[in-house]
């Protein structure tokens, strides 16, 4: 690993290591850096503080809202999951703005998809750290137990994963094509998709026209599926089998697009241009 860090063209320095190397030099980033340790545990944290004491309040109308305590803190547990693995994406893409290292990447022999497979690693290394404290203190707090999901919170959580690769691989190239003028976008994409997303409340609720683009998201399945498995202790089969579809599908067309987006902006060396 160290020398895939020092030098990328060295002979040892197979895909595997690459990408390994690459994790571990932002694993590094975390080693003194307050900001960044706040970013998966503080802020997290924060919004369960938040918003489990306004589901402790609406507690106190249990009869005529039943479960309620149980939907939102199991919505926002879930939601923090999908936030989390898309900023894993775009958060390690601007790390290497910012610190002027793009172009020394890719001018290495790691290739496109090595970085994705890096940056979806240290997603996956973000969202862990996040679910860890954000159920351990819904627990202490509220006494919620995400786990009475049972073995079925596996296949949401991996759902909403590769939801937030989506559009964290989309957000990437966003950036990657349009500058420093797209960088918001790695805090404020994600939210433009929680209205159709249903995760505080369920598909009923929207507008026809509105539910038929919901329909298309793969986490508005997720989260229906998880009410419906709440509500009912029903298999989530159905919402399972099209949010993976749809996961599938968009993943393999957002990998291409980044590819395409990178071979675009290779060919009109705007690469050494972004973030400024």
Request: aromatic share 14%.
């Amino acid at each position: 690993y160290e020398i895939c860090l020092s030098d990328w063209s060295s002979d040892v320095c197979s895909s595997d290591l690459r990408i390994a190397a690459l994790v571990i030099r932002h694993l590094y980033l975390y080693r003194r850096s307050l900001p960044r340790v706040m970013e998966i545990i503080y802020w997290p944290f924060l919004d369960l503080v938040v918003w489990g004491f306004i589901t402790v309040y609406l507690a106190t109308f249990q009869g005529q809202m039943p479960a309620v305590v149980t939907f939102l803190l199991g919505a926002l547990i879930l939601w923090d999951v999908l936030f989390r693995s898309q900023q894993g994406i775009t958060i390690s893409f601007l790390e290497e703005i910012w610190a002027r290292n793009l172009m020394n990447l890719f001018a290495s022999p790691l290739t496109p998809s090595e970085f994705l497979a890096a940056t979806m690693v240290m997603s996956l290394f973000k969202v862990t750290a996040v679910s860890v404290v954000m159920s351990l203190c819904a627990w202490l707090f509220y006494g919620y137990n995400v786990f009475i999901l049972g073995l079925w919170l596996m296949p949401f959580i991996a759902n909403l994963v590769l939801t937030g690769w989506i559009i964290g691989v989309f957000t990437t190239s966003l950036i990657m094509r349009f500058g420093q003028e797209a960088e918001v976008l790695a805090w404020s994409m994600v939210f433009l998709f929680q209205p159709i997303s249903c995760v505080f409340y369920p598909l009923d609720v929207l507008p026809a026209w509105l539910r038929g683009v919901a329909s298309i998201n793969p986490a508005a399945h997720v989260f229906e599926g998880m009410r419906g498995l709440l509500a009912t202790h029903a298999a989530p089969l159905t919402n399972l089998g099209l949010a993976s579809g749809l996961n599938l599908l968009y993943l393999g067309a957002v990998v291409l697009w980044f590819h395409h987006t990178f071979n675009v902006c290779k060919e009109r060396g705007s690469l050494v241009r972004v973030g400024e």
